[in-house]
């Protein structure tokens, strides 16, 4: 399927239903995941297709949803949460970077360690793996 959307786009009802699900899912598995990880561990959330971040309107898009839940969450997690953005049109790897810089503030009592990647996920999985950046082995937990 051909993507013929610009950089940012009208948010659709499903993906509004979707991210409803997304922050529900995340409020409650980012502390019980992030309580199995012991330090010098890290948490690694890793978005596959990341997308610029916000929609034509403004509305949040999953990074947003995934950071927010996170930042505004009760409890203060053990270990801190790393997070993987990937998108493959790099003008909207660009506007999502743009995004989450003003965010800062937001975000700075969880102090999120971000990495950006532009591709397809299926082509970065094994580095997502194996790489020194990114590793599962012994200091990363991917949700």
Same mark, same amino acid.
């Given at each position: 399927? !051909? ?6 786009? $009208? ?6 239903? *979707?991210? #409803?699900?997304?922050?529900? @899912? ?19 959330? %890793? ?7 916000? @929609? ?5 898009? !999953?990074? %947003? %949803?995934?950071? #927010? ?7 203060? &997690? $053990?270990?801190?949460?790393? &997070?993987? &953005?990937?998108? *493959? ?14 965010? *800062? ?10 990495? @950006?990647? %532009?591709?397809?996920? *299926?082509?970065?999985?094994? !580095? ?16």
């Amino acid at each position: 399927m !051909s993507d013929t959307l610009g950089t940012i786009w $009208p948010c659709l009802p499903h993906t509004q239903a *979707k991210h #409803r699900i997304l922050e529900r @899912y995340l409020k409650a598995w980012m502390p019980i995941v992030a309580s199995f990880v012991k330090k010098p561990q890290r948490v690694l959330f %890793v978005d596959g297709f990341a997308g610029p971040g916000q @929609y034509e309107r403004g509305e949040p898009g !999953s990074p %947003v %949803v995934a950071l #927010r839940a996170a930042a505004q969450h009760s409890r203060t &997690f $053990p270990v801190p949460i790393d &997070f993987l &953005f990937i998108e *493959k049109d790099p003008e909207r790897l660009a506007h999502l970077i743009r995004v989450l810089d003003g965010m *800062k503030a937001e975000l700075a009592w969880i102090q999120p360690a971000f990495l @950006y990647k %532009v591709g397809i996920i *299926k082509k970065h999985c094994s !580095s997502i793996c194996c790489n020194e950046q990114v590793t599962i082995s012994q200091n990363k937990i991917i949700i």
